[in-house]
């Protein structure tokens, strides 16, 4: 057991330099400031205090949630349907449907967003259908729409992909049992099939909402300059602003939001299969 | 992608040796230059036909901000030309990373306009040679915006509620604080932080009211489609468009705007800087100038092919975009101060963010 362990070793070597030091570096550059000459950096909570008392700055955070909880609802509305379908399709058909909802990400997401650019752009394909119905002045690009559009289409396929897997895990019999048993199939679906696949659903949730919140390639490409969520403005303080130490503030901010909703998230689902424990 | 490299090498090897055995000069067979340009500013045919003609091989990368090609020239990255504006020229030259030319082996500076050379940050052009150069301006619907409004109200009119939602911005906080401080009737370069909050005030007003959208490079193929009503747009941006769509005009407001230019310059560390000096004559000369201004449609800083162009054999004949305005008193050249730049930087961010709370 002890040899065993020991292999682990390279892998918390590579732990710590790859995904703890950057952390640790943001939280040193967030409770930090550019000091004087004499001592480089001073601790200060100035970064956090200019973000909470910032109308502008809660606004943008407000609209980003607002926007991840729009894409995480849909996604899940969208995504179930096909999971399920998927899952109780026959084991051929099954994997090339998954196959299809997996090959678009491996094409880089940029490159996919740009298309959409060219499919939404004024004159592009979705006007010209539009237009056939009389609406051809209806702008489509560089509206929240897109950004929504962009956020679903990128990021649906983890939440299908979940469901999916714990839907396919799912023993069988339990719906022949409850069938068996004269339950119909919407209570079927809702009192057995529906249950069991909520681990899945909890955790396409996490996959979708972290990286809608905290996105900022979406926003730019299809929402123009003048859609700003709050990953714009992180990486607009690194990039151009220049002040790292604010950035790293606004991110540390972010990651505790998320760890937050992650946490709240992981409790319900425990409370609705501890519930559901009892009664039975 | 390697293979693909390898390809465009041998492809770029035989064109060296093709060259060397018709040539006449192919003095620098073998040899290689470097150069870190803008994307898409350079003529069709000027790579190849330097490499005709002097027999070595051209190596370009391409940049899409002044920002980004700084982080690798101050990293030590080897180039032997680059093609940075005018505020980042004197940025490298304070930090020390540019060499002087050596003017014996340049014979360009005679053909040069002269409105485009002396310029401050390069007063003796010690440093560098222009490449291209212009002005910023509004782009204009000739059939939906009146001229006479436009003189009136210079940069004023993208705050004017007739047209509203008809608008671009140039998502750019150089640009944007331009035009803010040139319509308030300050300097472009001011430091002063009551006039910088002032412009910043303007703007804001005009993302809360005017529904505008901030675009880039996107603004170019959209004006020559008629689009939006105005937009603010580099000169040789306009003359695209204006050579595109005639309905399509180009004004400069006579509160003053930004005389800029991008200048060739060889950094410290160039490996080959006999050859980056050949490459800057190629440039100047007649050839190269109106290869590069023909193809990218920005201002030749050669005199005789910025004539050629605007008269009446010449590609940009009648669009007034092409020829930079020369004696507004109220015109300048952008210069470099870190810390006013971080506090537009920071002012602009504030913008879009009110511009997407508006929304």
Redesign the interface.
Known sequence: MKRFSQLALPYIVWAVIMLLLPMLLIVLYAFTDTGNEIMTFRFTLANFVKFFTDRDFLLVLWRSIKIALKTTVICVLLGYPIAYFIAFSSDRLRNRLILCITLPTWINMLVRTYAWIGLLSDGGIFQQILGIFGLGDTELLYTEGAVLLGMVYNFIPFMILQINTSLTKMDRSLTDASHDLGADGIQTFLRVTLPLSLPGVVSGISLVFLPAVSSFSIPKLLGGGQFFLIGNVIENQFITVGEWNFGSSISLIMALIMMATMYVVRRLEAYSSGGRKERD | MKRFGIICALALMAAGLSGCGGGEKGEYAGQTLHIYNWGEYTGENLISDFEELTGCDVIMDTFESN?QMYIRVAAQDSYDILVPSDYMIERLLQEDLLQPLDKSKLDCFDKLDPDVLGLPYDPDNEYSVPYFWGTVGIVYDKNKVALEDLEAEGFGIFADEKYKGDIY?Y?S?RDSFMMALKYLGYSMNTSDEAELNEAYEWLVGI?ETME?????DEIID?MA?G?KALGLIYSGDAAYVISENPDMGFYLPETGTNIWSDAMVIPKSAENPDLAHEFINFVSSYDGALDNSVTVGYTSPNLEVMEYLSGEDGDYYGIDAYIPRSGNKNDEVFSYDPDTR?II??L???V??????A?
């Open positions: 920002e911005l998502d906080e993302v505008p959208e901030i675009v880039t959209n489609q689009r971080v930087s920071d602009w961010s504030r879009k963010i009110a511009a997407s709370n929304g």
